[in-house]
């Protein structure tokens, strides 16, 4: 299920990646042409023979890759085994309502991948000038907000939202919009940690109490099982679920976009990070691929996993006796954490159909649509929901969760406003992965690592 889900986020899901609006009067002509994606013209309208209500009325086309499904992919999701994934049901839905609430739109979806893909596909139309209607995305988001490339958004929908699901561009306007999130929590294996002498009243809340008592299962296990501790995978995984513990004892990765990597807290953590991953067998935590590590959690070899709210529907769909906490405090006892699986949608401001991309933005908000994230324990974005607990009183993840959300306020990674992505690719291979798959000294490690990255922030 895993497996499946993840694949789901990184093709599927992440959708509405970019609208392009081919619709427009051509200067000095009485003809209204339509461009498909690949520029060929449609049938021309003579405006001169057509009335002024049928202009009016003319539909726009809008390419959407993934922000729904055709009716073939819908008929799929149908016949799968179980019925459709709690994926599935959103996208569906969004696609029935996008067709039934804003019929003059022509909907055309296409795939243009997730992560580095989809980043590299918009900024190849943004240097082309033919920036998309809407680009869509998690990490690199709050780049393309940084260097003043995306609109503001209209304050209906930033009031309709939580402010954790919004990125802000430097003066400090609402620019993008996530229609789902998650925050991070440890899951726990209830029978292994029985198994093992302890009962959800031993849950740690510290890190020296987390450390001990996954020691305490790693021994006992004796190669079989083990305790668990924080991934650090060389991509934005590893980099996503390293992040709350920078921000529990008070660093982070970027202090106002610079790298802060020779902060002393940062460091500390960095070596607690590579305490806990002892607790894992060999190549698990720090692995390119990370199905093996939840593949081992649903399977019993593994105490305690971190993880977003969408594990809940995981382990539950993986048979298992499971539980939930927040993630453990450090000794600076400060609420930090990261926010997890977010899919922001923003429009450009070279965008040609401004108007009709909030319009469906809008549509993905809606409470129909929103509510299906529940079946999945993703929080959705609406204040509506958040603000409401009989919408989710009986998951037990949520009430925590939401509860999270509505007492503070909450990021994605940090953000470089140059050359994000290559710094981060730094961060990931020679800091994170460096640090659990080497002996290296930590100092040096960064030390390095922040060479490499100052001349990328010149």
């Given at each position: 299920m895993k497996r499946k889900f993840l694949a789901a986020c990184m093709v599927l899901a992440l959708s509405l990646v970019s609208l392009t609006g081919c619709g427009g009067a051509n200067d000095g002509q009485n003809t209204t042409e339509q461009k498909t994606e690949t520029g060929k013209k449609t049938e021309a309208v003579d405006s001169t023979e057509t009335s002024k209500e049928e202009v009016s009325t003319a539909r726009i086309h809008l390419t959407v890759p993934k922000v729904g499904y055709n009716q073939d992919q819908i008929n799929t999701a149908n016949a799968k085994e179980g019925g459709p994934t709690y994926e599935d049901k959103y996208y569906m839905t969004v696609t029935e309502n996008i067709a039934k609430n804003l019929p003059d739109y022509d909907m055309e979806y296409v795939d243009w991948g997730w992560g580095e893909t989809l980043d590299q596909k918009q900024r190849a139309l943004f240097a082309a000038g033919s920036a998309p209607d809407i680009v869509a995305g998690e990490t690199f988001i709050p780049s393309y907000a940084a260097e003043g490339l995306l609109e503001p958004l209209p304050q209906e929908i930033v009031d309709l939202v939580n402010p954790s699901f919004l990125v802000y561009d430097n003066d400090g306007n609402a620019v993008a919009v996530a229609y789902k999130t998650s925050i991070f929590m440890i899951f726990y294996n209830k029978a292994l940690l029985e198994q093992c002498g302890y009962s959800e009243n031993d849950i740690p809340e510290t890190w020296d109490e987390w450390k001990a008592m996954s020691d305490?299962?790693?021994?006992?296990?004796?190669?079989?099982f083990w305790g668990g501790g924080i991934p650090t995978f060389p991509n934005a995984g590893g980099a996503l679920r390293a992040t709350p513990f920078f921000r529990a004892n008070g660093t982070d990765f970027a202090v106002d976009g610079k790298i802060n990597l020779e902060d002393a807290k940062l460091q500390e953590v960095l070596s607690f990070i590579r305490e806990m991953n002892y607790n894992f067998p060999a190549g698990l935590g720090n692995g390119s691929d990370e199905f093996p590590m939840w593949?081992?959690?649903?399977?019993?070899?593994l105490a305690f996993v971190v993880q977003g709210s969408f594990e809940g529907s995981d382990a539950e769909n993986a048979g298992m006796d499971w539980g939930v906490a927040p993630i453990p405090m450090s000794d600076a006892d400060i609420d930090g954490n990261c926010t997890v699986g977010s899919v922001y949608l923003a429009v450009p401001k070279a965008a040609a159909n401004k108007e009709a991309s909030f319009d469906v933005i809008k549509e993905t908000l809606s409470l129909e649509?929103?509510?299906?994230?529940?079946?999945?324990?993703?929080?959705?974005?609406?204040?509506?929901?958040?603000?409401?607990?009989?919408y989710y009183e009986n998951d037990k993840v949520l009430m925590m969760e939401m509860q999270v959300i509505k007492d503070g306020t909450y990021s994605g990674l940090a953000?470089?406003?140059?050359?994000?992505?290559?710094?981060?690719?730094?961060i990931n291979q020679n800091v994170l992965a460096r640090t659990t798959m080497t002996e290296d000294p930590i100092d040096v490690i960064c030390r390095e690592a922040q060479e490499q990255i100052i001349p990328l922030q010149k």
């Open positions: 305490d299962i790693t021994a006992q296990g004796q190669g079989k593949d081992a959690f649903h399977e019993g070899t649509n929103e509510k299906v994230w529940l079946e999945g324990s993703y929080c959705p974005a609406i204040k509506e929901i958040i603000e409401n607990p009989s953000n470089f406003p140059k050359n994000d992505a290559s710094i981060w690719e730094i």
